[in-house]
């Protein structure tokens, strides 16, 4: 990145926050003893569905999820909290892990940029991203919008918290939350000395080093804290071609952060963090292959076809063998840095917040499409280098009042910039064109390359408030409206650079050559924006007919921005996607039984969704042609009940169990895809793609059941030692990972356990523990994957491994 851009963009991210603090630090009032209501946040002791062992029985949850500190069990809004405790248990720091601790999450991927998360079915239903469209689960970590799935899949370092929010949360969140919003929560500065240090060993070469210190610089005046980690796993699949170990990760991440406290009632926090993650990714491995459609038709030139012509051998269809022959280089290597500024500023009646942010991402991929050892598809990817910039200014009131409030606006700038190649090797022409003569197949492809650019731009502004009426002392009313405006425009630019030459070919072939070119990669130019006005809010009405008990009913409308279509795109699909409409009715109960020993959480949902935005792959009938592009569903939903329980049996033995039911289905998609083997009997639409009425069936990406259960203890061994467990199981049953519901990307059921038993010393100041994750050496599908060939592809999820850690405390 040029210097100087980086330091305006460095110099923004800090300019507002710093304005606010040279402001408020001049005007000193009597309120400057009062305490800051809006952040008085402090780590919970026992999370809904991540219990630490040792907590106080019926410790309060404190959480922020309406903007202001409250214990999660007077907010009537479903969510999930997880807390340090339990990452630390399980020994995962990764978004795409949250998943086995909260059961209404669904997080698979095919690599960080193309990962798929929904929230009760809604979100994102298959992991194929498009640079001109935003996912439905908004990702906040500390209080900053992260515009890009891709930024949050690094190692999270020095946790509080992680918040899912389930449902809309448009009013406060904004930013694309039709399906919910995971609220990240850092540990902020301490004046007090403390620390910790944390070094793990396992098998697959693992190895992390994780650390955090933090203290007084100026007594009373600057905090800081630092904290590191530094990850490295060796694959899990091995490459008999390259003779590499494949599927491997390797993650450094770092935060830095100070706290200035001028004042009693002013605090400013600034965030500074970087991270960078290297992969031998990502791979799929054959799971099968099909030759006939269900009518018995045979599929022209499939992969049994091509692979028989090319005199190829394939590996045995075993996916859990681990092993690939794949000869191409592929890789999933990004970075990451970014930096915010927080000021809080209590005036008396309310608090000023000012969160400044700028942030940058670079995805930089390689592919072997082909997932063999035959030189045919050299290059299939998209490198993107993002930009963002975000700026929210809000007031909320302290204390509390007959009338609550929390108003505000907000501005956020993103550009992805995207660079695509496409590039062909000798074993192309073979394999894509066999019924092409030879000699002017090849020269088409071999050597051919495509580059393409596009550079989708957001420009989104928003105005919001939310109240609280509270109408007695049991009865409360909240509204909130947030009205946004948001501009997308951008330019896709396909140029044909490479294998560009025709010698030796006659004008005719030459011609039917160019052709074949025009067919994989045409030469294309185009732009397109996008602009919109919309209007989301909710009304909740909620009850205490107890001091422990809270029921609520809720109904919120969302939107979602519209979005792009930045790619080579086929006839009769346009460049501007519609945007998406919520309309959402939940009801649910939180309770607390036996002096808090028991908590019980339920909650009962109905979300329509018109306008659906999905990316979607469909087959020319007759071909093993396809086409990617993202389009509107008319009209999906989801439906179900979910439920939470933590039951504290004693000061040091707790319990948890979380389950959801999810029926997500297409109500209206008439013109949805075709599934593969379904292909050959339908008639096709113009231009020969074929569709399929898929009103009825189920949404990808959704299993309808799912569950986690767990348990943690500890054991006094007598002075200050005592001994501790922790384990967890979670459940999902089957789903399709492709938008058709072929029945060949069906992943079947699975569950996964996790354990860690462990020994602390001298009041936990030194910990030792030994763990195993996937304990029971499950093996599972993360994605199945059928191509236009009848080639099933995996993704899968990781065996079972085990280690040691030890850990310091300051």
Known sequence: M????????????????????????????????????????????VAPGAAEGDGDVGADVVVTARRRSERAQDVPIALSVVNEESLRARGDYTLGT??????????????????????????????????????????????????????????????DRIEVLRGPQGTLFGKNTTAGAINITSKAPSFDLQGFGEATIGDYGFHQLRGSISGGLIDGLVAARLSVSDTHRDGFIDDVTTHQKVHDFDNFSARGQLLITPAANLTARIIADYGKQKQNCCIGVIAGAITKYDNGAAIANNFIDRIGR???????????????????????NMDTWGISGQVDWDVGPLTVTSVTAGRQWNWFP??????????????????NNQRQFSQELRIASNGSHAIDYVAGAYYFYQVVRGYGAS?????????????????????????????????????????????VWHIGDALSLTTGLRFTHEKKAGSFVQQQVAGLSFAGLTPAQAATAQAIRNQLNPNVAYSAETKDDSLSGLATLAW???????????????????????????AGVTAVVAPEKVDNYEIGVKSQLFERALTLNAAAFWTD?????????????????????ITNIPLARSRGIEADAVWAVTSRVSLNLSGAYTDAYYVDYKQGPTPVEALNPTPAQPGGFASTDLSGKPLAGVPKWAFTAGGDFTQPLGGSTELYGHADYSWRSSFYTAVSDSRYSLVPSYGVGNARIGVRLDDGRYDLSVWAKNLFDKDYFQTLTIAATGLITANLGDPRTVGATFRVRI
């Open 544 to 570: 205490k007919p107890a001091q422990d008990v809270l029921v609520y009913a809720t109904y919120g409308r969302g939107n979602k921005s519209g979005g792009l279509n930045l790619s080579n795109l086929p």
């Open 609 to 629: 969704v018109a306008n659906y935005q999905t990316a979607i792959t469909q087959q020319i009938v007759g071909t093993t042609n396809f086409r990617n592009y």
């Open 366 to 383: 390689a592919n072997d499409a082909d997932s063999i050892a035959l030189p045919e598809m050299l290059k299939s990817q998209q490198q």
């Open 98 to 159: 949250i998943q086995q601790s909260v059961p209404s999450l669904q997080v698979f991927s095919f690599n960080p940029r193309n990962t798929n998360v929904n929230i009760r079915g809604l979100g994102s239903n298959v992991a194929l991203t498009n640079d001109g469209l935003e996912n439905g689960v908004g990702i906040y970590i500390d209080q900053v919008y992260y515009g890009r799935l891709g930024q949050s899949l690094f190692e999270l370092v020095d946790l």
């Open 423 to 467: 590039a062909y090797g000798p074993a192309a022409a073979n394999w894509l064109f066999p019924t092409q003569d030879p000699v002017v197949a090849n020269a088409a492809t071999n050597g051919f390359e495509a580059d393409s650019k596009s550079n989708p731009t957001t420009h989104s502004y928003a105005l919001f408030g939310q109240t």
């Open 310 to 332: 090319a005199g190829y051998t394939p590996l045995p269809f075993t996916p859990f063998a681990r092993v690939t022959d794949a000869d191409g280089h592929f890789q999933a």
């Open 2 to 45: 040029n210097p100087g851009r980086t330091f305006r963009f460095a110099a923004l991210a800090g300019a507002a926050p710093l304005a606010l603090l040279a402001q408020a630090a001049t005007a000193q009032t009597a309120a400057a003893g009062q305490q800051l209501a809006s952040n008085d946040v402090r780590a919970p002791d």
